[in-house]
């Protein structure tokens, strides 16, 4: 993939959504819920502070995070893969 996020940006790679229910029922597409979990794929370089200087990314490439449910904007890799580009605040927690 070349894509690169600039500043506190990073891109994440959906999860598939569950297929069935905790009691065996197998979810149609329509049915199906938007993921909120996925892995980071590529992160930019950090947030850029009034004082000049870089404020470090929490998250690094392999990560597994949960994130919002409209979080991201999303983009298609030219390997046709699905994928979000969000800034690291839009990001809940780190899945460790």
Not at 13 to 19: G, N, T, Y
Not at 52 to 58: A, L, T, V, Y
């Amino acid at each position: 993939m070349n894509i690169k996020p600039l500043a506190d940006r990073v891109i994440v790679k959906p999860l598939d959504a569950e297929e069935k229910t905790k009691g065996g029922i197998v979810l149609p597409d329509t049915a199906k819920e938007k993921p909120q979990e996925g892995k980071i794929v590529a992160v930019g370089e950090g947030k850029k502070l009034d004082s000049g200087s870089i404020q470090e990314m929490e998250v690094k490439s392999g990560d597994r995070v949960l994130y919002g449910k409209y979080s991201g904007t999303e983009i298609a890799s030219k390997e046709g893969e699905d994928l979000l580009i969000m800034r690291e605040d839009d990001i809940l927690a780190i899945v460790k």
